[in-house]
C-alpha cells in the first residue's frame, strides 16, 4: 500500500522529512478543523437553533453537493456580516419597552 502511495503521490514516505512534513500538515489541519468546530459550536448558542435546525446542518455537512449548493448560496447572497447600521438598528430593537 505504501508503495503505491508513493508512486502515485511522487512522494518518499519513508524518509524522516517527508514524514515530518506529513506530522506537520496533519497538525496543521487539526487546530483549523478545531476552531472550525469551535465556531460552529458558539454559532449554534448564539443563534438558538432548533434540534431540527441542528439535524439539517447535519444533513448538508454528509452531503458535498448540498454543501456546494450553500456555498454557491452564500457567494451570490454574499457573507452574512452585519453593517454597522444593522448593528445599531438591532441595539436599538432589542431596547425598546
Do not use: C
Not at 1 to 19: H, I, Q
Not at 26 to 53: F, G, H, P, R, W
Request: charged share 20%; hydrophobic share 45%; proline share 2%.
Amino acid at each position: 500500500m505504501l508503495l503505491w502511495l508513493e508512486s502515485v503521490s511522487e512522494v518518499n514516505l519513508t524518509t524522516d522529512e517527508s514524514a515530518a512534513d506529513a506530522r506537520r500538515a496533519i497538525a496543521s489541519y487539526q487546530v483549523a478543523a478545531q476552531k472550525a468546530s469551535q465556531m460552529l459550536a458558539e454559532s449554534v448558542i448564539a443563534n438558538d437553533l432548533t434540534v431540527e435546525q441542528i439535524q439539517a446542518l447535519l444533513f448538508a455537512s454528509r452531503r458535498p453537493q448540498v454543501l456546494t449548493l450553500l456555498e454557491s448560496i452564500r457567494d451570490l447572497v454574499g457573507e452574512a456580516t452585519p453593517t454597522a447600521t444593522d448593528e445599531s438598528a438591532l441595539h436599538v430593537a432589542e431596547n425598546v419597552d
